[in-house]
């Protein structure tokens, strides 16, 4: 079975500043992908970044990284220079395997909060 | 609007009532999920269609809930007898099945049952 754990419920930034979210995940198997989406008080959830188990650099994706830790089972999302429209709820994600046949089931972790200061 | 849509935004409805929500994917997308997201936690896998044929159910989808793709284009979500604990937000998601598979999401249908 595979678990994703974020334990960061909630976090403020100052405006303009980085901020790392975590992300710790759970699987046996040797091929997976991992995410992270964001979703504003609308609803909708975001595609931020994608990072696949055999990639062997961090995923960047404009203000978006992935710190990206096999061995240690984690995924941290940073953002920089963080702005006023960052400010939502963030959820990383883990699917088995990277092949397609293997269908998207996304496993979530429970989200972080990020509120953004002016 | 080219992105995943559903309808409706937000229903209530009494407990024991039957439900039903729709799920229009980006045309091209071939792959559809349903998942479900109760507050405060992230969204958890119900099931999902490659093209008309839906592949995978999850054991939260009980006998109550049942899902098609009619066409392999727009999707339904039926509730029947609808109780307390159905309440939730369902997000309707679509792919293209690509190896480094991308989900676009709905803004989902937030359902409340009194």
């Known amino acids: 079975a595979q678990k994703i754990t974020q334990t960061q419920p909630g976090m403020f930034v100052q405006e303009k500043e980085a901020v790392t979210l975590d992300c710790t995940y759970d699987t046996s198997d040797p091929s997976y992908g991992l995410f992270w989406y964001k979703q504003p008080s609308s609803g909708e959830m975001i595609f931020l970044i994608y990072q696949g188990s055999y990639d062997q650099q961090n995923a960047t994706e404009g203000r978006y990284s992935l710190n990206f830790q096999k061995a240690r089972k984690s995924a941290n999302l940073v953002i920089s220079a963080s702005q006023l429209g960052d400010s939502a709820m963030y959820f990383c994600?883990?699917?088995?395997?990277?092949?397609?046949?293997?269908?998207?089931?996304?496993?979530f972790g429970g989200g972080t909060r990020v509120l953004v200061k002016p | 609007d080219t992105g995943v849509s559903q309808d409706p935004r937000h229903k209530i409805t009494k407990r024991g009532q039957n439900v039903t929500f729709r799920c229009d994917p980006i045309?091209?997308?071939?792959?559809l999920y349903w998942y479900r997201q109760t507050l405060g936690q992230g969204p958890e896998f119900l099931t999902y269609?490659?093209?008309?044929?839906?592949?995978?159910k999850s054991r939260l989808l009980s006998d109550r809930f049942s899902a098609e793709r009619p066409k392999g284009s727009f999707s339904t979500l039926e509730i029947q007898r609808t109780e307390q604990g159905d309440s939730a937000m369902y997000l309707c998601a679509s792919s293209l099945g690509s190896q480094r598979e991308k989900l676009f999401f709905g803004s989902g249908t937030q359902l409340s049952v009194l």
């Open positions: 269609f490659q093209n008309e044929a839906q592949l995978e």
């Open positions: 045309s091209e997308h071939n792959r």
């Open positions: 994600a883990m699917v088995r395997g990277v092949i397609k046949a293997a269908g998207n089931k996304l496993t």
